[in-house]
Nanobody, 125 residues
Framework: QVQLVESGGGLVQAGGSLRLSCAAS????????MGWFRQAPGKEREFVAT????????YYADSVKGRFTISRNNAKNTVYLQMNSLKAEDTAVYYC??????????????????WGQGTQVTVSS
């Protein structure tokens, strides 16, 4: 069983920054590929960013590339999403997801085994 808890969401003005955190309960967190997804009202869940278990590989959706940065601290069992230059269209519930080693990171939501409860990010224009 793996529990994921997102935090750091909130209200921010366009152009501002926010850092999301996802704390994992897994003893083997360092072997999990991690991803961030988001879902806005009336829209399907979409891929945001992913990072390999080693942290050596990262991949971003085109919509956030250059603005968002995914990182992880395996010693703290935590993955982060640093969001800069936020836009109104970034408003969504952001979800943290995990899949165990040797599975690789992927932008496909259905490939992930564990999900957090989500944290709301609202960007005002």
């Amino acid at each position: 069983q793996v529990q994921l808890v997102e935090s750091g969401g909130g209200l921010v003005q366009a152009g501002g920054s926010l850092r999301l955190s996802c704390a994992a309960s897994a003893r083997t967190f360092s072997t999990y590929a991690m991803g961030w997804f988001r879902q806005a009202p009336g829209k399907e869940r979409e891929f945001v960013a992913t990072i390999s278990w080693s942290g050596s590989n990262t991949y971003y959706a085109d919509s956030v590339k250059g603005r968002f940065t995914i990182s992880r601290n395996n010693a703290k069992n935590t993955v982060y999403l640093q969001m800069n230059s936020l836009k109104a269209e970034d408003t969504a519930v952001y979800y943290c997801a995990a899949r165990p080693y040797p599975s690789s990171s992927t932008p496909i939501a259905d490939r992930y085994d564990y999900w957090g409860q989500g944290t709301q990010v609202t960007v005002s224009s």
